[in-house]
């Protein structure tokens, strides 16, 4: 393998990286959370179940008569699915230096001290999905 070759397959193999989503404003995060209404299991499973219509997937009874069991083994996945990102999943998050800010109020023989910091070390965060 020559030089050229050790060049393209690098170049090959950085061209197959996703770019990462695009990073949105804070404050545009948070507020847009709180209008978020959770996961639902029904909601969930009616959206795939129209999926599966369009793609020409048969949810209703099977030609014989016989019950299609398509939409209740999709609950059942869906439920489960969901159960385990409410109740075990864990999320981690880690933060920048200098990127959280903290205020303390505080007095001593002088008078009233406020105290303004920052984050000196990268910090941790765990949170949980609803």
């Keep these: 393998m020559g030089i050229e070759q ?8 950085f061209e197959r990286i996703r770019t ?9 995060l948070v507020c ?9 299991t029904i ?7 129209k999926d599966l219509n369009r793609l020409g997937i048969p949810t209703g009874p099977m030609p014989d008569g016989s019950p299609n069991l398509t939409v209740a083994f999709t609950f059942a996945n869906t439920k489960e699915q969901h159960r385990a990102l409410k109740f075990d999943a ?3 998050v880690g ?5 959280m800010a903290s205020v303390g109020y505080g ?12 984050n000196t070390t990268p910090s941790m965060g765990f949170g949980k999905m609803d």
Aim: hydrophobic content about 35%.
């Design 32 to 40: 847009s959370m709180i209008r978020r209404p959770g996961l639902s």
């Design 95 to 99: 933060m920048q230096p200098g990127t």
């Design 43 to 49: 909601q969930s499973v009616s959206n795939i179940v």
């Design 6 to 13: 050790i060049c393209q397959t690098i170049s090959n193999y």
């Design 20 to 28: 990462p989503f695009p990073q949105l404003s804070r404050i545009l």
């Design 107 to 118: 007095a001593n023989a002088g008078g009233p001290v406020t105290v303004i910091s920052t």
């Design 90 to 92: 864990s999320i981690q």
